[in-house]
């Protein structure tokens, strides 16, 4: 039986779990948290917090996610669709207000997911998740410029263009050893692939271009020179400072936050469905990465979600069960415990080119590219949401994204709804669909004080205006009108109907409505427009509906 809040561990547990499974899930494990570990360091640094609390947030919300998962195989942790927005936070409100702000997506997050709001994240239009995507990458790139030529600039502007503006105008600073060292990680990055892929580039890329860089004392910049010894151990449990104040300036952080939360993690949890033919249960997803959010600040972590890569690296390992995940996120503390003092010899640079590598394979720049040949209206979506996210902000982009897109839905609904007057020898049906139609206008004989208005597509609000505007007020005594292909209605379409009622009765017309949907009809009901109407005006079809028109005309004429 389908549970749709019951974590898939418990399911797993509920079912059985053998050696054999556990076997496949301690070697993908054992690879993923391998895997995990240059990302979680440089995600950390990239946000501009330290390398540790890249660890704390891998560690603690990657065994949160995986305990309470909807899916079987999701990995959490930092990922690269935060970090422009940490920076930000930091930069404006400070650590205690990015830890406010991550806890209170954690909890919109629970809130979305008990409200079974997750099968509703998948509506989002692509151009809008394309446009931000695209746009945190090209952002992710800017933030490297630095470390990745070694320029000589003690702080960089937060907002892109004069980022871009200063590393340039700096650019005779630039360390040749950084050039090379970077050169050298990218390099790996592209070809390690063609070697092996059970082994990840950025781990060969860090282990040998930090023994280049120690044996013969390369003078680069690293994590220890840059932030210190870094951090071993568990972190200590901190309360970030509360205040209504706060909570009401951090709010749509918070929204964008868990939106962003949201989308990445069920992405994720879709992409592992497709790649194990498995399906997950997204309003658990949707609680689980919450609960990550909420716990991760007071242990010194950043924002969570589920990670695509390391989701497909834990799948292609052989991960069966969120065990690999838990696995993955004790690895990780070995690592902390044990090695934590030997990452404050990886220079940045190296760090710097894994994250530009990153940004190339999250701008997923050949699809960008291919949206310009969708429909205009989309690819101006698209150009927007990607511009505002690169120049403005993501907590800007989002919204104004979701509207554009929303705005245009509307559009083409409006140009789908169709509204016209009909008579028996213009019915819209070509031949070959009338001769299977039995309801087709042309088989019956319309009265000459009858007109049939038709509609066509939804009825909603997009599409109330055209409906009363295509309505011309005939000179006739009764109007049909015809609605089966009407699947729904909204309130303003209702509205909409109720003044053509309205008008109809004034002008002293009769209203009769023909092959209505179940939708439209309960929403008749409901608003009390039966009542107007008469239920003896409701018919079933376009035959019994000019019967009763009919039927009507004869009474008015014998009482004359």
């Not at 060292?181 to 790996?188: E, G, M, P, Q």
């Not at 194990?276 to 309003?283: I, Y």
């Not at 690169?390 to 104004?400: R, Y």
């Amino acid at each position: 039986m389908h549970r749709k809040f019951e974590p898939q561990l418990v399911t797993v547990l509920r079912e059985g779990y053998s050696r054999k499974l556990f076997a496949g899930d301690l070697t993908a494990g054992v690879i993923t948290g391998i895997v995990a570990l240059p990302l979680a360091v440089a995600f950390a640094i990239a946000s501009g917090v330290a390398p540790a609390q890249g660890f704390y947030t891998a560690i603690i919300a990657g065994l949160i996610i995986s305990i309470l998962s909807g899916s079987r195989f999701q990995i959490g942790g930092p990922t690269g669709a935060f970090v422009v927005m940490v920076y930000s936070i930091i930069h404006q409100f400070g650590m205690s207000g990015l830890a406010l702000a991550t806890i209170m997506a954690g909890i919109i997050l629970v809130l979305m997911g008990v409200m079974r709001l997750g099968s509703l994240i998948k509506y989002i239009p692509y151009p809008v998740t394309q446009g931000f995507t695209s746009g945190i990458a090209v952002v992710i790139a800017s933030t490297q410029l630095k470390p990745l030529l070694g320029l000589d600039i003690e702080s960089l502007p937060i907002e892109f263009a004069p980022k871009i503006i200063t590393c340039f105008g700096n650019i005779s600073s630039c360390n040749l050893w950084t050039v090379i060292i970077s050169t050298f990680t990218i390099l790996i990055l592209i070809f390690w692939s063609k070697v092996t892929d059970k082994i990840p580039g950025s781990i060969i890329a860090i282990i040998v271009c930090t023994l280049l860089v120690k044996l013969f004392s390369i003078p680069v910049t690293t994590i220890g020179s840059e932030f210190g010894q870094v951090s071993v151990g568990l972190p200590d449990f901190t309360t970030p400072e509360i205040s209504f104040k706060l909570i009401s300036q951090l709010f749509p952080v918070a929204v964008s936050i868990a939106m962003l939360g949201a989308i990445e993690s069920l992405l994720s949890a879709v992409v592992a469905d497709g790649m194990t033919g498995t399906r997950h249960r997204s309003d658990m997803e949707l609680v689980a990465q919450g609960a990550a959010n909420i716990i991760c600040p007071f242990l010194g972590g950043i924002p969570a979600t589920g990670a695509i890569a390391r989701t497909a690296t834990n799948i292609k390992n052989g991960g069966k069960t969120p065990f690999a995940g838990i696995i993955h996120a004790l690895v990780l503390l070995l690592i902390l415990i044990c090695l934590g003092s030997l990452a404050s010899m990886i220079p940045m640079c190296v760090l710097a080119g894994i994250l530009l590598g990153v940004a190339l394979k999250m701008s997923e720049y050949k699809l960008f590219i291919k949206m310009f040949r969708a429909p205009k209206s989309d690819i101006y979506v698209m150009i927007i949401t990607f511009s505002l996210t690169v120049l403005l902000d993501l907590t800007i982009a989002i919204p104004v994204g979701m509207i554009l897109a929303s705005l245009l839905f509307m559009r083409r609904m409006e140009q789908v709804c169709g509204a016209k007057i009909i008579c028996s020898d213009d019915d819209d049906t070509d031949m070959d669909d009338e001769r299977h139609d039995p309801f087709a206008l042309s088989k019956f004989q319309v009265p000459d004080e009858v007109v049939v208005f038709e509609i066509n597509g939804p009825f909603f609000f997009g599409a109330a205006s055209k409906f009363q505007d295509d309505l011309i007020s005939p000179d006739v005594a009764i109007l049909i009108l015809r609605m089966r292909n009407v699947p729904a209605i909204d309130a303003t379409g209702l509205f909409a109907l109720e003044k053509i009622i309205k008008l109809a009765h004034h002008n002293g017309r009769k209203i009769i409505i023909s092959g209505i949907n179940t939708q439209p009809l309960a929403a008749i009901n409901k608003s009390g427009l039966i009542e107007k109407i008469g239920s003896q005006a409701i018919h079933r079809n376009i035959s019994t509906a000019l019967q009763y028109a009919t039927e009507l005309l004869n009474d008015k004429h014998n009482n004359q």
